[in-house]
């Protein structure tokens, strides 16, 4: 296997001339595009390319498919959304349009209950108070995408209105580190106003992580195959894995901006500094998943029940109950408070829950926990973090990272897109609009032709922005 490396670059043409092993291996002999990552982006694009008679080498860094969509199965018997769970807008989202039409599809995909629940302690809200909170929920969002007597950006915190009272805390932990993994006070306020606003959502019962893998079939990815440098400067373009070397015409990169930052991957020579100011403008929030096994349905809830509370400050939570009807519960944490909590430790993370659910449901809710496990993505080594959300001021660092570097190397993924931004259908249509980008420049499609189901647009961004509706507290 060569190793390419700075130094050898420095030195000379010897490694130029070095014979890459995996450039030996038949199918990815004179490659045209080698994609960085198998997450939604880097699976878009894919598809793109190769409906476009292009070849392609996927090259994924951990040992799944999926990125932050991925589904696991093994640790409770039953499938656990590790990350993205909400398919945002299933009318027009291109995940469902192309899953489904693929025939041998045996996915499962039902719309989401419109409704949510709210706590008040360990009571349902009154009527009263629901409508109250609603409401004010309704303000809020209208507030936010009436950015008209702003001329600068502000953080989002700043646009709510001033009178929710005692539901500031649920609507700001709702709309800030439930949606987004960022408290609203660090969140652009254009970034977030130009989110499409989604009206409905659904759910896979095999998961969002299924399907995304069943879009990935016959995909020529290779895992555990991490990029390690990338030399763009000289006259031939040069990827360096694991594995060995390749020289395609052309890289489309859809590691996380947080990955940028950490400088996981050498470029020769190194990236400009716009794109990097751009990525580290556009930092992960953090967002985890707290998954317990609850059988039985203990705490008294419909399937896919979403909870809130009316919030104290800052150490708040959601419950996605009864997920698909597998007795699975979700509690879901964020923003500054679910970063201190996921750096502390998974045990920390799993006795907040119980606690958190406890003070909800009575304490016969911690003993009906069977089993459970925390995902912490500020940890995943090939991710680290959530979802990009621009800070204060930041929100043109999207356009910024759609423009190639040297004409060689393109960014994708859930951050590289101006209104689905941290969404799996965000990342999806960016990587089928970089391949797009990249076909132009190297000379277009051999064969005029679309990936299955290629669609042209998708509809809506984060979590919560879809229309609030009540659940009546006699419903329960
Ligand atoms: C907890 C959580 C909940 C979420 N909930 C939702 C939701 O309900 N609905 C929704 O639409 N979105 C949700 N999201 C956001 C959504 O998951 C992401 O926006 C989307 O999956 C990002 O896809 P991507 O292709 O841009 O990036 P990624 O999925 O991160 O893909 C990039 C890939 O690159 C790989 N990689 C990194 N470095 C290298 C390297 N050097 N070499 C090779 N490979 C490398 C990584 O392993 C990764 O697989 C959620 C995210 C999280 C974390």
């Known amino acids: 296997m060569s190793r390419l490396s700075r130094r050898s670059f ?12 995996l450039a030996q291996t038949p199918d990815l002999k004179d490659v045209d595009v080698v994609i960085v990552g198998a997450g939604a982006a880097g699976i878009a694009a894919a598809r793109r390319l190769i409906a476009a008679k292009r070849s392609v080498a996927v090259f994924e860094a951990s040992n799944r498919i999926g990125g932050r969509c991925a589904t696991d199965r093994a640790f409770f018997g039953v499938p656990f959304d590790l990350g993205a769970h909400w398919i945002h807008n299933p009318e027009a989202n291109p995940l469902i349009t192309q899953a489904t ?19 008040v302690g360990a009571r349902n809200a009154l009527d009263g108070e629901m409508e109250t909170y609603l409401a004010g929920l309704v303000r809020a969002q209208r507030a936010i995408h009436d950015l008209g007597k702003f001329k600068s950006d502000v953080p989002a915190s700043r646009l709510l209105p001033g009178d929710l009272g005692g539901w500031r805390s649920t609507i700001e932990f709702i709309l800030g580190p439930y949606a987004l993994g960022k408290n609203l006070a660090n969140v652009s306020a254009f ?18 992580g299924a399907l995304l893998a069943a879009l990935a079939a016959g995909l020529p990815i290779r895992l555990s195959t991490p990029v390690t440098m990338i030399y763009w400067g000289g006259k031939a373009l040069i990827v360096e894995t694991n ?32 794109p990097l100011d751009a990525a580290s403008r556009l930092s992960l929030g953090s967002l985890d998943h707290i998954a317990l096994d609850m059988p039985g349905n203990p705490l008294g809830l419909q399937q896919d029940d979403v909870v809130f509370e009316r919030g104290q400050g800052g150490r708040s939570a959601a419950l996605l109950a009864d997920v698909s009807g597998t007795g699975l519960h979700m509690v879901e944490i964020g923003g500054d408070f679910g970063r201190g909590l996921s750096g502390q430790s998974e045990a920390a993370m799993i006795d907040f829950a119980g606690e958190w659910l406890s003070s909800l449901f009575g304490s016969s809710a911690r003993r009906a926990i069977r089993r459970a496990r925390a995902t912490r993505w500020n940890q995943e080594p090939w991710v680290l973090g959530a979802m990009s959300a621009a800070a204060p001021g930041d929100a043109g660092a999207r356009k910024i ?18 209104t689905q931004w941290g969404t799996v259908e965000g990342a999806w249509e ?40 009540r659940r009546s507290s006699e419903q329960r």
């Open 191 to 208: 970034d977030l106003a130009r989110a499409v606003p989604r009206e409905s959502d659904a759910f896979c019962r095999q998961g969002y």
């Open 243 to 274: 594995k060995g070397d390749l020289r395609p015409r052309a890289v489309i990169l859809t590691v996380s901006t947080n990955m940028l930052n950490e400088d996981k991957i050498e470029f020769i020579p190194p990236l400009p500094k716009r």
């Open 430 to 469: 960016s990587g089928e609009r970089t391949a797009e980008r990249v076909l132009r420049a190297i000379g277009g499609a051999r064969t005029e032709s679309k990936a299955p189901g290629h669609s042209k647009r998708t509809g809506r961004t984060s979590r919560t922005q879809r229309k609030p509706q």
């Open 10 to 21: 420095l030195a000379g043409s010897a490694a130029l001339m070095a014979a890459p092993a």
């Open 401 to 418: 990272l759609m423009e190639p570097v040297g004409d060689r190397v393109w960014f994708a993924g859930e951050a590289v897109h101006e």
């Open 101 to 119: 039409q693929a025939a041998q599809s045996k996915l499962d995909i039902y719309p989401a209950p419109r409704g949510q629940t709210l706590r």
